[in-house]
């Protein structure tokens, strides 16, 4: 039998590779993906793994016992209320204006839609500290209007409210940064044709507009609430750092840490870890099951 050559092979004016040259370049493809494969998992495990381990690790080194006192503490569990109290009452309101904004800036036309859109983005260009000393100049007592609403309303700076206000700010674009595109995409087809069935402006977003944005929905609220329990640089300029009363969970772990409780800061800072990790997989599953809602809306298998 004659060797098979890997010389190229030219058929009507064409260069055809011989089987080969074909294997020597997937070759190189596989190469190729697992050196970059690896890099990615050596990124993340320097950047990402082993400062989580040693958070965990750190935390527990004294025992459960130093950790669960550290959890249990008095002044750890009204951190923990406030940063579930400041996630509570941000998250839903900016659901509620995020779906709003977009389906305003995806589903009409009308004057200021390009202002509204950028202003949108204007927490993710804005330093969250700047945030935090922008409510200190409007509502703080020596502000425009925190005298009035100290003694009208109630006090905002240095008190549960100012909390709250710098969490909404710092997280309003999560749920219509996720919710604009996806509309955008999905154009006003279906909206028109359910109009012009009979359906009402209500009607039309609860059976229509809001099963299409479901996953996109859920997926944004996941971030937002994310960052609501982990933001730490506008709450720490409008909470004034009183223990017990205006500490959340991130301004907590510092107070513990800058006075040497490094098994309590590590016990919180871990809980508060955790909680991230709790985020992370309900977003996996978002993401499979929206995945698998698509690939049997195209007919493919799950």
């Known amino acids: 039998m004659k060797a098979r050559s890997t010389m190229p092979l030219t058929i009507a004016g064409t260069t055809r590779h011989a089987p080969a040259d074909r294997a020597t370049r997937m070759g190189d493809g596989v190469a190729t993906r697992l050196i970059l494969t690896g890099i990615a998992l050596a990124f993340l495990a320097a950047f990402l ?9 750190e935390a527990l ?13 008095e002044d ?51 330093s969250p500290v700047i945030a935090g000393l922008i409510f200190v100049l409007v509502f703080g ?10 003694d009208h309303v109630l006090r905002v700076i240095f ?6 206000l710098a969490t909404i700010f710092v997280t309003v674009p ?11 995409a999905q154009g006003p087809e279906q909206e028109e044709a359910a109009a012009v069935l009979g359906a009402s ?35 720490a300029v409008v909470s004034g750092h009183i223990r017990g009363q205006t500490n959340t969970m991130p301004l907590h772990i510092e107070i513990l840490y800058n006075e040497y409780q490094f098994a309590a800061a ?29 690939r049997m809306k195209e007919g493919m298998p799950a």
């Not at 793994?49 to 690790?57: K, S, Y």
């Not at 080194?61 to 503490?73: E, F, P, R, T």
């Not at 940063?83 to 509570?88: E, I, R």
């Not at 007592?141 to 609403?149: A, I």
């Open 49 to 57: 793994i082993v400062p989580l381990a040693f958070v965990f690790a």
């Open 61 to 73: 080194k004294k025992g459960w016992s130093v950790y669960l006192q550290a959890i249990g503490d």
């Open 76 to 126: 750890a569990l009204a951190a923990i209320r406030l940063t579930l109290v400041a996630a509570g009452i941000a998250v839903p309101l900016n659901l509620a204006f995020g779906v709003a904004a977009a389906w305003a800036i995806a589903k009409f036309h009308f004057p200021g839609r390009n202002v509204l859109a950028t202003l949108i983005d204007l927490p993710f260009s804005v």
């Open 141 to 150: 007592l020596q502000g425009w209007l925190g005298e009035w609403l100290r």
């Open 159 to 164: 008190a549960v409210p100012g909390f709250v």
């Open 174 to 184: 999560f749920v219509a940064r996720e919710l604009i595109p996806l509309m955008e």
């Open 201 to 235: 402006g209500w009607q039309t977003f609860a059976r229509v507009t809001l099963p299409n944005i479901r996953w996109g929905l859920v997926y944004g609220v996941i971030l937002c609430n994310a960052r609501a329990m982990g933001e730490f640089g506008a709450v």
């Open 266 to 294: 590590f016990a919180v800072a871990s809980l508060l870890a955790l909680l991230a990790l709790v985020t992370l997989v309900v977003k996996l599953g978002v993401e499979r099951r929206h995945l698998a809602a698509a």
